[in-house]
């Protein structure tokens, strides 16, 4: 699993970002928190419960999920990719969401 650099987060999370992140690299359960990934089709975002990552399909390199938010609560996920929709309108001027995270 690969994560943006800039990676946008529900504020409870900052300050335990790294924690949140090992647990997710290394399987360890983590009921609250949901992962927002890049879509692979041509939907712009995708929302994840974090126990889905511990699926073999998302193990494999090639299906790993482009991982660009965390979040603790789906209604707080929904909040923050409208956050990141709204970063993205405003600095390219469109919903071209795979471009702005190609780095």
């Given at each position: 699993?690969?994560?943006?650099?800039?990676?946008?987060?529900?504020?409870?999370?900052?300050?335990?970002?790294?924690?949140?992140?090992?647990?997710?690299?290394?399987?360890?359960?983590?009921?609250?928190?949901?992962?927002?990934?890049?879509?692979?089709?041509?939907?712009?975002?995708?929302?994840y419960h974090s126990g889905m990552l511990k699926q073999a399909y998302y193990k494999r390199k090639k299906n790993a999920p482009y991982i660009v938010g965390l979040a603790v609560g789906y209604w707080n996920a929904i909040a923050l990719v409208a956050d990141i929709l709204e970063d993205v309108y405003r600095i390219t001027g469109g919903y071209d969401v795979k471009s702005f995270f190609k780095n």
């Open positions: 699993m690969r994560f943006y650099r800039g990676l946008y987060m529900s504020p409870s999370i900052e300050k335990k970002r790294n924690r949140v992140i090992w647990k997710l690299r290394t399987g360890r359960p983590q009921p609250m928190i949901f992962v927002i990934a890049l879509a692979k089709n041509n939907d712009l975002l995708e929302i």
